[in-house]
């Protein structure tokens, strides 16, 4: 791989009731572990931060592809739900489900152009295989 960018951020506290912030500055959160976890759900946790990465990320994916095959995207969207659980061994795992929009492309279309995203997007070529990840498109 030809790395062409590097994010660099670092983590201090108490992990998921710490800080995070990149180097750079332009991300400094305050993080807690979610309520539902038995936290106070006072900051951000990581599960939030992959969900918007991965939606910004698959977004663009699904723009270049669009590009690429001279097709109208409109006011599309994706959103990212992220869920963590245990994973039967003693540790954890994530699952996504990805919920893409795309106003005036029929059902058919949209799909293909999200399975292609699918290939193209760096955080589903890391996912692939690792953890269940779903792709829906729905209605806006």
């Keep these: 791989m030809e790395t062409v960018y590097t994010a660099e951020a670092l983590a201090t506290g108490a992990g998921r009731n710490g800080r995070a912030r990149t180097t750079d500055g332009r991300v400094d959160l305050a993080l807690a572990v979610p309520k539902e976890m038995g936290g106070s759900g006072d900051g951000a946790n990581p599960e939030q931060l992959f969900a918007a990465g991965y939606a910004a990320c698959f977004h663009s994916a699904m723009q270049a592809v669009a590009r690429q095959e001279k097709v109208k995207l409109g006011d599309s969207s994706v959103g990212a739900r ?4 245990g994973n039967g061994q ?3 795992a994530l699952e996504v ?3 893409v929009v795309v106003p005036g492309l029929d059902q058919d279309a949209a799909q293909d152009l999200v399975e292609k995203a699918h290939q193209v997007c760096p955080y589903s070529n890391a ?3 690792n953890i269940e990840v779903t792709l829906s498109v729905v209605d806006d």
Excluded: A, D, N, P
């Design 82 to 85: 992220v869920g963590i659980g």
């Design 90 to 92: 003693g540790g954890f």
């Design 97 to 99: 489900t990805l919920e």
């Design 127 to 129: 996912t692939r295989g």
